[in-house]
């Protein structure tokens, strides 16, 4: 029996606008999720918490496993476990994606291989998301820690990787970097759930409609990447009330392309007066806000009292782990 497990994320800037190659930063968060692997000895397919798979149902699940099967061939059963909400804009999926990946790597011998896992779990996201991810969740939660990804490769920053894909008809490319972020004693994320569930493929499509629709608008991705750029350096020199500024900043611009819902207006309501920042994050429609503050229990009250659930996440929770082998 094998078991990994990955965490979720959140994004501090550039959701939407990485997808066509702004910068962004994401950071992992505590919540994990979790997968057993055990050879099937009764079942002659492959089975998920009981139930025989189904690839329709999961095609993250349908496109590793095609990708990186078991080397005798013998069906596994799966079991997921854990602590993401679905469909929140913490990266569930990814996650489940990244320890999947690191689970079959050592059902098939394999020495632990994140570059692999980030990989094949980005073209396993890009091909839910009609063809149009970014490197970001996956990467995030394969390593762990802050993730930047930017249009160059940042002298400063420790670089990882690059990552191209071919989005809308054109070719992206990520260059992707993490570094090592001090946060000052007593400022903390608070992460809030509308708890209405957001399809991170229909947000997607509608931002690759509103810019092919309305090309101008392809401005505001690049507000996004300039706000962004100036939000990673802030929380490199550790000024968080500028950290707190850019993210409020970058939330209106999501607003502006429509990606925010009633619901998550709200709680970002409830939670702007006791924070440094407020944002939406992930992909939007639902999902979570995240908010910056030197008051992590005011912001959490804060945000129940508006009817969301809100929990305070560590920063910079490891990435992808084996976790049992047997
Ligand atoms: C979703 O968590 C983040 C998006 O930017 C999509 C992506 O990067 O693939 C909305």
Redesign the pocket.
Known sequence: MVKASAPGKC?LFG??A??YGQPALACSISQRMSIELEREDTFDSWRIDGRTFNGKKHPHIKYIRDHLPPHDEQPLHIRIRGTIPKAS?L?SSAALSVALCGALQQIRDEPQNLQQASELSHQA?AQA?GG???P??TATSAYGGFVVLSDSIEEDLDFIETRSMEVNGERQEWHLHTFEATIPEGTALVIGNTGVHGS?SA??LQVAELIQNEPTRKVELETIGAIARRGIQALRNGDMKAVGQAMSENHIVLRSLGVSSPDLERLIRAAAPSSLGVKMT??GGGGCMIALTENPEETVGAIEMQGGRAFITAFNEPGLQIEHLT
């Open positions: 994004i959701e939407h990485v997808v804009g990266g996201e998301q149009r991810a970014s970001m969740d991170t947000m997607v992930g992909a």
